[in-house]
Structure formats: C-alpha cells, structure tokens
C-alpha cells in the first residue's frame, strides 16, 4: 500500500502554540485523526490574522481548502502542547499550498499540506491570488 509523503518546505517562519484539549482525545487516548485537522485549521486562523487576514477576508477574497494531506509521526496526547509551524507555498494563479509541522517536545508528530484556492463568495467562483496576499503570505 503506498503512503502519502509529504514534501516539507526547507523553512518555517510561523509557528504558533495550541495547547491540546480533552475533546481532541478519542478512544485510544490521543489525539484522533478528525483532531488533527482541527489543530491544523487553528494553526491555519492563526497564520492568516498574523498577517492581517482570515479566511473569509484575504486580500479581499476568501479561501478555501480543495484538498488535504497528513502524515502522521507520533502520538498526540491531552496536556501536550503542540508548537505548530506554517509556510505558505507553492503559488499558482488562484492559490496556493500551506504546509504544517506540528511537534510535541520538540519531535514531528504531524507532517501536513492543505490546498487553499482563493475564492469570491459573492460571485460564487475561483478568484486570483491577490498581489497582497502573495507578497505577505510568501514570505512565511
């Protein structure tokens, strides 16, 4: 069976800390898979308002995500603090890629990459990259 392998970027100039919450344990006692995604949207919110955005309002158009991947390395358990590191990469004429190391004591627990497409939801349709959002978001 092959696996997905990420392909991480060589650096990160975000990180963010997210403290792990009982509700993101599930019945092995870590952190489960739907979690993960979780932990990543948040790392994702915190990314963008740190630089001036949201996913509703980027550069004035919104996002959204068109595809997911994620390696998992370790367990995640309750009480961890996980240090999530973002970069935004890899942009084309209506998005671009953003990649997450989330580590607990300082060792990759998660690997990940979502797919954001920028998007005007009042026209409802893909809308380009604005100039502002590359020049920020590119520069981690």
């Known amino acids: 069976m092959s696996r997905i392998k990420l392909q ?5 100039l975000y990180s963010t800390v997210i403290a792990i919450r009982i509700s993101d344990i599930n019945y092995g006692n870590h952190v489960g898979n739907d979690a993960v995604l979780s932990l990543i949207h948040e790392a994702r919110v915190q990314f963008l308002a740190a630089h001036g ?5 980027c550069g004035g158009v919104g996002l959204i995500m068109s595809d997911a991947g994620i390696e ?5 358990f309750y009480g961890d603090v996980v240090t999530a590191h973002v970069a935004a ?3 084309s004429s ?10 607990t004591n300082g060792k990759a627990a998660v690997l ?6 920028c998007y005007d939801y009042e026209k409802k349709k893909i809308a380009q ?3 502002v959002v590359r020049e920020k978001l590119g520069t981690n």
């Open 129 to 131: 990259v604005p100039e």
């Open 89 to 91: 990469v890899d942009f």
């Open 8 to 12: 991480m970027p060589q650096q990160f």
């Open 53 to 57: 955005f949201s996913e509703l309002q």
């Open 72 to 76: 998992f390395k370790k367990e995640i």
């Open 94 to 103: 209506v998005g671009f890629d953003l990649y997450y190391k989330l580590e």
């Open 112 to 117: 990940a990459k979502t797919g954001m497409i």
